[in-house]
């Protein structure tokens, strides 16, 4: 098994710093199913959408054990499926150019946007770019949550 590193600081939009070191499995989050995948690993989650862990740590957030961290790339014109969110999370756009349909209403993000979602809103994105946009997740959660 190969070893992990992952160093992550991160300001969140609250003023909250969030860490991640050191080796670990995690559980990867996806809308309707939990997946298994080792720290680097990644895993298509849809045809058009690939996912890659990058770890976990404390949350240091008021409520919330733990948060997530993933990145998902997204190939030129992939539309995902509407999905509710069941954690909340802080997403960042590091590259491409992202449309996200929440609650109905359609906002373009470009590379370096950032945007939050809420438990329980609808949400759909697409790739409305030429080149694969890629999104960096953290999904905040709570004791027990997988």
Same mark, same amino acid.
């Given at each position: 098994?190969?070893?992990?590193?992952?160093? *992550?600081?991160? *300001? *969140?939009?609250?003023?909250?710093?969030?860490?991640?070191?050191?080796?670990?499995?995690?559980?990867?989050?996806?809308?309707?199913?939990?997946?298994?995948?080792?720290?680097?690993?990644?895993?298509?989650?849809?045809?058009?959408?690939?996912?890659?862990?990058?770890?976990?740590?404390?949350?240091?957030?008021?409520?919330?054990?733990?948060?997530?961290?993933?990145?998902?790339?997204?190939?030129?014109?992939?539309?995902?499926?509407?999905?509710?969110?069941?954690?909340?999370?802080?997403?960042?756009?590091?590259?491409?150019? *992202?449309?996200?349909?929440?609650?109905?209403?359609?906002?373009?993000?470009?590379?370096?946007?950032?945007?939050?979602?809420?438990?329980?809103?609808?949400?759909?994105?697409?790739?409305?770019?030429?080149?694969?946009?890629?999104?960096?997740?953290?999904?905040?959660?709570?004791?027990?949550?997988?």
């Amino acid at each position: 098994m190969k070893r992990t590193t992952v160093m *992550l600081a991160y *300001l *969140l939009s609250v003023g909250i710093s969030v860490g991640v070191i050191g080796k670990q499995i995690s559980m990867v989050l996806w809308p309707g199913e939990l997946s298994a995948q080792e720290v680097g690993q990644t895993k298509e989650v849809a045809p058009g959408r690939v996912r890659k862990n990058l770890g976990e740590g404390p949350a240091n957030v008021p409520g919330f054990e733990k948060v997530r961290i993933v990145e998902d790339t997204i190939q030129p014109g992939h539309t995902g499926k509407m999905s509710t969110m069941r954690v909340p999370m802080f997403c960042t756009i590091t590259k491409g150019e *992202l449309e996200v349909e929440v609650d109905g209403v359609k906002v373009k993000y470009n590379t370096g946007d950032s945007y939050v979602c809420k438990v329980g809103e609808r949400r759909q994105l697409k790739n409305t770019g030429s080149e694969p946009a890629v999104m960096r997740m953290h999904h905040l959660l709570k004791a027990g949550e997988k």
